[in-house]
């Protein structure tokens, strides 16, 4: 079955950066898109971007442009996120999701989440 | 940017019909998809396509969409459905997703 595993928690310094990594296995990694998502404490799902494992091509929400890298290792089947220039507002759960069916449709599969706490 | 309208709460009591809508004006060009997330947990799809359902969900669980307006419907509401509802769609240009802002189901 589908499966997303991953990395753990982080805490980081405002301006710091974060990469959050996702595992894949279940499937042939390079035929469905992987897509991120947030989730801010008490707060609603936020679209950040998305992969085409194959190629690596990406699009990105205009929120998140100039901030954030989705690239992939298809060696390891593992999709990474980079968010760079941290603040506050970032403190967030952030999850992978592989789409439902292929080019580009909804999430399906999600990960465990996880937790990025900005602090200093 | 492109945003996606839904009611912050929706209440039942256990057995009644639950019905959350969810407005977007690119909804006539573009399907939307629907989860469910609990307390604590990662989101479930419960809806994609405006109205099929995957495998493991309920058929009590229908979505439908009309214009501007896809709605989710819960027939004979149980007490572990409850949980934050949220719609999703792209928008019509890039193809960015985009999720509404959420839906409190509670049912009691």
Redesign the interface.
């Known amino acids: 079955q589908v499966q997303l595993v991953q990395s753990g928690a982080e805490l980081k310094a405002p301006g710091a950066s974060v990469k959050v990594s996702c595992q894949a296995s279940g499937y042939t990694f390079i035929s469905h898109y992987i ?1 991120w ?1 947030r989730q801010a404490p008490g707060r ?4 950040m971007g ?1 992969i085409n494992p194959n190629g690596g091509s990406t ?5 998140f442009q100039g901030r954030v890298t989705v690239t992939r290792d298809t060696s390891t089947r593992t999709v990474y996120m980079e968010l760079n220039s941290l603040r506050s507002e970032d403190t967030a759960v952030y ?1 992978c999701a592989r789409e ?2 292929d080019g ?5 599969a ?4 996880t937790l990025v706490i900005v602090s200093s | ?1 492109y945003e996606l309208t839904q009611p912050p709460s929706v209440s039942v009591s256990p057995g009644q019909t639950a019905r959350i809508t969810c407005s977007g004006d690119s909804l006539p060009k573009k ?1 939307a ?1 629907w ?1 469910l ?1 609990r307390s604590g947990q ?4 419960v809806i ?1 396509e405006d109205n099929k359902r ?1 495998s493991g969900i309920p058929e009590r669980f229908s979505g439908s969409s009309s214009g501007t307006l896809a709605t989710l419907t819960i027939s004979g509401a149980r007490v572990g459905d409850e949980g ?1 509802y ?1 719609c ?1 769609s ?1 928008d019509s240009s ?9 839906t409190k189901l509670t049912v009691l």
């Open positions: 897509h998502v609603g799902l936020e679209w998305i699009a990105y929400a205009q929120k999850y439902r069916g580009g449709s909804p999430p399906g999600w990960g465990q989440g | 940017s399907y998809s989860y997330q990662a989101p479930v799809l994609y995957p934050d949220y999703y792209t890039a193809n960015h997703g985009v999720f509404g802002g959420g």
